[in-house]
């Protein structure tokens, strides 16, 4: 079993930046893949970034260039640091871990408003 848990959302003003940060516990040995994934209000939760242990990562193309997903395995956590933020990133950013199951964080808001 896998727990993620978030941390690292808020209120910003356009333009400035966050750095999200999911920490994993449990058994993380065999996830392959790690990810950040959003769900604005009245959408369906998007794919922002993925990682895997091979430190190969993917981006939606609504972030490029201005995301960057990174891992540090000594401390079990994935990080998505977030520049130039705009009003269309407000949304619950949820992190997610795959292995032979799925697991999901329990999601972190992300507002950004003037």
């Known amino acids: 079993q896998v727990q993620l848990v978030e941390s690292g959302g808020g209120l910003v003003q356009p333009g400035e930046s966050l750095r999200l940060s999911c920490a994993a516990s449990?058994?993380?040995?065999?996830?392959?893949?790690m990810g950040w994934y959003r769900q604005a209000p009245g959408k369906q939760r998007e794919l922002v970034a993925t990682?895997?242990?091979?430190?190969?990562?993917n981006y939606a193309d609504s972030v490029k260039g201005r995301f960057a997903i990174s891992r540090d395995s000594a401390k079990n956590t994935v990080y998505l640091q977030m520049n130039s933020l705009k009003p269309e990133d407000t949304a619950v950013y949820y992190c997610?871990?795959?292995?032979?199951?799925?697991?999901w964080g329990q999601g972190t808001q992300v507002t950004v408003s003037t």
């Open positions: 997610k871990g795959v292995d032979v199951l799925i697991y």
């Open positions: 990682i895997t242990t091979g430190g190969i990562t």
């Open positions: 449990g058994s993380i040995f065999s996830i392959s893949v």
